[in-house]
T-cell receptor, first 109, second 119 residues
Framework: GENVEQHPSTLSVQEGDSAVIKCTYS??????FPWYKQELGKRPQLIID?????GEKKDQRIAVTLNKTAKHFSLHITETQPEDSAVYFC????????FGKGTMLLVSP | DAGVIQSPRHEVTEMGQEVTLRCKPI?????LFWYRQTMMRGLELLIY????????DSGMPEDRFSAKMPNASFSTLKIQPSEPRDSAVYFC?????????????????FGPGTRLTVL
């Protein structure tokens, strides 16, 4: 089955800095790579996703890149704000999704 | 427009008791997923349904767990008997399968979750 590794497990940045979270996956058949944001006590919410026919996708301050050859994908958040503080999960799959263990992002004012 | 609805939001029960968690997917969605989230194991897929039919239940931990989807608007996850190690947050998610796509590649919308504590 699919195995998704996510790094780092925690990330602290200053407001305005950029944050990068990286994930690797094992199953070359995976073709869908979503990223979810989960605030404390809340549900995971999709923030951006990418499919295997695309190398990069951007939505305002958030971007995701995908390297299928190396089997890794990354989330980039620019101009971070305190409200970006949350746990971020990557996932990969084609018939079902396997989630990474999450990255706790803390943005300090 | 209502999202995925789960009930109860919190459940505290004693070991050995039966627990039933409920989920109402987004209207029109034809895929439903049950996940379990713990600090140690993260977010794990337990089972998913497509058009009310269970497709993959390989994530169900053991025979104490069972899930049903009698119609397109309702699903249950039952634990009988419950054990302390079942304590977790259980999420239900639903998606609308795009024509020609795999079930897992459609955007999944999560419900608010049920926090289960087994004493």
């Amino acid at each position: 089955g699919e195995n998704v590794e996510q790094h780092p497990s925690t990330l602290s940045v200053q407001e305005g800095d950029s944050a990068v979270i990286k994930c690797t996956y094992s199953d070359s058949a995976s073709n869908y790579f979503p990223w979810y944001k989960q605030e404390l006590g809340k549900r995971p919410q999709l923030i951006i996703d990418i499919r295997s026919n695309v190398g990069e996708k951007k939505d305002q301050r958030i971007a995701v890149t995908l390297n299928k050859t190396a089997k890794h994908f990354s989330l980039h958040i620019t101009e971070t704000q305190p409200e970006d503080s949350a746990v971020y999960f990557c996932a990969a799959g084609y018939s079902t999704l396997t989630f990474g263990k999450g990255t706790m992002l803390l943005v300090s004012p | 427009d209502a999202g995925v609805i789960q009930s109860p939001r919190h459940e505290v029960t004693e070991m050995g008791q039966e627990v039933t968690l409920r989920c109402k997917p987004i209207s029109g969605h034809n895929s439903l997923f049950w996940y379990r989230q713990t600090m140690m194991r993260g977010l794990e897929l337990l089972i998913y349904f497509n058009n009310n039919v269970p497709i993959d239940d390989s994530g169900m931990p053991e025979d104490r767990f069972s899930a049903k989807m009698p119609n397109a608007s309702f699903s249950t996850l039952k634990i009988q008997p419950s054990e302390p190690r079942d304590s977790a947050v259980y999420f239900c998610a639903s998606s609308s399968r795009d024509s020609g796509s795999e079930v897992g590649t459609d955007t999944q919308y999560f419900g608010p979750g049920t926090r289960l504590t087994v004493l």
